[in-house]
């Protein structure tokens, strides 16, 4: 690693040239950097250009501004997803307790991306809270029973009657925890042992493609009913982070900045509408609510005053910090083990695409067999900690940090890391999720309403590989996706309809069929590998080198190597055959006597045979 100021120019893919003002930005930003005229210029190929490499360690200043950055990007996601949750959990009466399950998210965010970045892929990705555990996460809590009565407003309650509420969504909460803390051993153990390799030759971009894309079409009519609770609101929402985030994406603002190189006070410009379109959305929208609050436009006790649950921040401690089981001990079942598997398995396979994505825009080597089953490993053990903690889902890979990197051209580790000390620290923060627990829900609405679209064409984008002529192609995609939405639907609709002699087996095809992504998922999975079609039509051929197995060496990177003990780990002969460690290199294959008769032919001319497979799951 070093700590001196870098500044690279780097080619990009084709014959892109920079124009004047791109030159002019990284000059500004040389020169806050304070290394205007000190830095160098170095050309890697095949990537764009990079202020900080992976390894490189910027001044602290600077760490504390971009790795602020990264908090920023990822905060509207995981500030989203467990307010969604919180209803299913029963907690409208408990809005403080809404404000500790939000810092404990953002807690438990902050320990998984410093795992995943120190010991896991090593590549400067984040972890939040995970889309794929929310489908889950609601069937099992739907499937306990609607939540009682909301409390009236200005009426009287005894203590008793208040702790029942709250142990009422607390032993929700437990099962939730159970569900993850089971099937999060799952992910830990395809990840460690190298099995992801193996799964994913059944897994193409036609089951992936439905599985990712009803997460985010599943949850239209919850998106709806927030956004429609106001529309002034939520369309002022939606329309600023349109406008924000694609019409003004490329203008640059003025932003004042102190050079500690040239010790004086300067201006530069960044792209503060594309980097933070979603919090400059929800803060407008919020300013907006609070005028109509104001002025009574919003009739009181209607949804979109900002007084709503003014109480929230009175109530709730300055400082709340989360710990282990802090909801009680949790319960397992063997019906939300099942369905929370299915939230695994969609997580695990959008992260392996997140983390090729990370090393092109960070210009490191395609990540080697051992980054991406110690990535996935490290990730179940990040959500064996929300298990522990209690954040009612999992945490998965954020691309959206992805593409921070790309706009700030800062890749380094150290960076990301500082973000997750943000997260931490604020997570710590008591007032901080109250503050955002009192948050207007046609705002939450309107984010909803965009960030669901944007996972779904996530989920459509893979569509890419495969041959969209093919008839046989059209069919599985148009199936797949439309018994994901209507099986669900219907068991939704037609509550006890499952009627076995057990009620275990009741409850557990109860929650599977409720899964819009496992129902679409496996239905894509069983046409796709059992209707005839080649590896072009099905887009596995060009997916070939993204798939642990087929993955290119690393040119002797060390920036997937341990922090340390790596010449120890050298030495030991042992470390060569778990699939999670640097100096991994596959399982020796043994050879037949026709192998031996090459092998010794080939030793006689000279040369050298090796019978070593690139992972214990490729075909010798």
């Known amino acids: 690693m070093t700590s001196r100021q870098e500044f690279r120019v780097v080619e990009g893919v084709g014959d892109d040239v920079e124009d004047d003002r791109a030159n ?102 984040v972890q939040g809270a995970s889309l794929a555990f929310l489908g889950p996460s609601q069937a099992i809590l739907r499937a306990q029973g609607s939540c009682p009565a909301s409390l009236a407003e200005n009426s009287t309650y005894t203590e008793e009657e208040i702790e029942l509420r709250e142990e009422f969504w607390r032993s929700r909460m437990r099962l939730l925890q159970g569900a993850i803390l089971v099937a999060s051993l799952v992910e830990v153990f395809i990840g460690f042992t190298g099995l992801i390799g193996f799964l994913l030759r059944f897994i193409g971009p036609l089951t992936i493609t439905p599985t990712l894309c009803l997460i985010g079409l599943s949850l239209f ?63 407008l929208a919020w300013i907006l609510a609070a005028i109509l609050t104001a002025t009574d436009a919003i ?68 990540p080697p067999d051992h980054a991406v089953n110690r990535g996935i490993g490290t990730e179940g053990i990040g959500c064996i900690l929300a298990g522990l903690w209690g954040t009612g889902l999992g945490t998965t890979s954020y691309t959206q940090n992805i593409g921070v990197i790309g706009i700030t051209k800062v890749a380094s580790r150290r ?74 639907s219907y068991m939704q609709s037609n509550e006890g309809v499952i009627n076995t002699r057990s009620l275990e087996l009741n409850q557990i095809l109860t929650v599977l069929l409720s899964l819009n992504m496992f ?41 997937y190597d341990f922090p340390f003990g790596m010449k120890r780990i050298r030495r030991m002969r042992f470390f060569r055959h778990l699939p999670f460690s640097p100096t991994y290199k596959g399982y020796v294959i043994s050879c037949s006597d026709s192998c031996r008769k090459t092998k010794q032919n080939a030793n006689n001319t000279g040369k050298q045979y090796e019978a070593v497979s690139s992972s214990p799951t490729e075909n010798p």
């Not at 095949?46 to 992976?54: A, M, W």
């Not at 893979?462 to 599985?476: K, Y």
């Open 415 to 488: 960076v990301v890391q500082t973000g997750a000390l943000f997260m931490i620290f604020l997570g710590c923060f008591g007032k901080f999720g109250a503050f955002f627990a009192s948050i207007p829900i046609p705002i939450v609405g309107g984010m909803f309403c965009v960030l669901f679209g944007l996972v779904a064409a996530v989920g459509l984008s893979n569509l890419q590989f495969v041959d969209l002529d093919s008839s046989r192609n059209l069919f599985v995609l148009g199936v797949s996706l439309m018994m994901g939405l209507a099986i669900p």
């Open 519 to 559: 129902v679409g998922g496996v239905v894509a999975a069983f046409l796709d590998n059992t209707i005839p079609g080649t590896k072009e039509e099905r887009g596995l051929a060009s997916r070939r080198a993204e798939v642990p197995g087929h993955i290119p060496e690393s040119g002797g990177s060390t920036c």
């Open 221 to 283: 009519e919850t998106a709806g009913h927030f956004a429609g609770q106001n529309w002034l609101i939520s369309g002022t929402t939606i329309i600023t982070i349109i406008v924000f985030s694609q019409y003004l994406g490329n203008v640059y603002l003025p932003v004042p900045c102190f050079s500690f190189g040239n010790r004086k006070f300067r201006v530069v410009r960044l792209p503060l509408f594309k980097s933070l379109p979603v919090i400059l959305a929800v803060f």
């Open 24 to 125: 002019q930005r990284n000059h500004d930003e040389a020169e806050v950097n304070g290394n205007d005229d000190q830095g160098y210029i170095r050309v890697v190929k095949g990537h764009r250009e990079l202020v900080y490499s992976i390894e490189d360690i910027p001044p602290w200043y600077l760490s504390l501004i971009y790795g602020f950055q990264h908090y920023l990007a990822m905060f509207g996601s995981t500030l989203g997803i467990p307010l969604l949750l919180s209803l299913d959990l029963c907690m409208a009466d408990n809005p403080v307790d809404v404000g500790k399950l939000i810092g404990t998210e953002f807690f438990v965010c902050g320990l998984a991306t410093l795992l995943q970045t120190t010991f896991g892929s090593r590549l400067p990705i």
């Open 299 to 366: 009739p009181k006790g209607a949804h979109g005053r900002t007084d709503f649950r003014t109480s929230v921040l009175r109530d709730s401690p300055w400082f709340y910090i989360p710990h282990p089981l802090q909801w009680g001990i949790p319960v397992i079942t063997l019906a939300g083990v099942l369905g929370t598997m299915a939230g695994v398995l969609a997580s695990t396979v959008e992260s392996i695409g997140d983390y090729f994505a990370c090393a092109r825009v960070s210009g490191a080597p395609s």
